[in-house]
């Protein structure tokens, strides 16, 4: 199986900047899509970013020009890097790969989750 291991998050003020990474291990035999997702209390999981194994992106209209997805394929780790953070940014962020641990399995895993809080 594969396994997703989050950090980075922590407490910031508004207009401030923070980066998470997210590294999988394990069984993995290729990883397609990686991206990261979001919840805030009371909402709905929703998608913040996506990178595939090529590099092509997709962002949230909401965080468009603020934050930015980056991968390393060869450390299995994607990354983001979050600029002029709102207090609307505040949630959970939990890391999502589409991956295969062997040639024939493909499964969507899922970090823990770390903590983003925007606030002053």
């Known amino acids: 199986q594969v396994q997703l291991v989050e950090s980075g998050g922590g407490l910031v003020q508004p207009g401030g900047s923070l980066g998470l990474s997210c590294a999988a291990s394990g069984s993995i035999f290729s990883i397609s899509v990686m991206g990261w997702f979001r919840q805030a209390p009371g909402k709905e999981r929703e998608l913040v970013a996506t990178?595939?194994?090529?590099?092509?992106?997709n962002y949230a209209n909401s965080v468009k020009g603020r934050f930015t997805i980056s991968r390393d394929n060869a450390k299995n780790t994607v990354y983001l890097q979050m600029n002029s953070l709102k207090p609307e940014d505040t949630a959970v962020y939990y890391c999502?790969?589409?991956?295969?641990?062997?040639?024939?399995?493909?499964?969507?895993?899922w970090g823990q989750g770390t903590q983003v809080t925007v606030s002053s």
């Open positions: 999502n790969a589409d991956a295969r641990p062997t040639p024939l399995a493909r499964y969507k895993y």
């Open positions: 990178i595939t194994s090529g590099g092509a992106t």
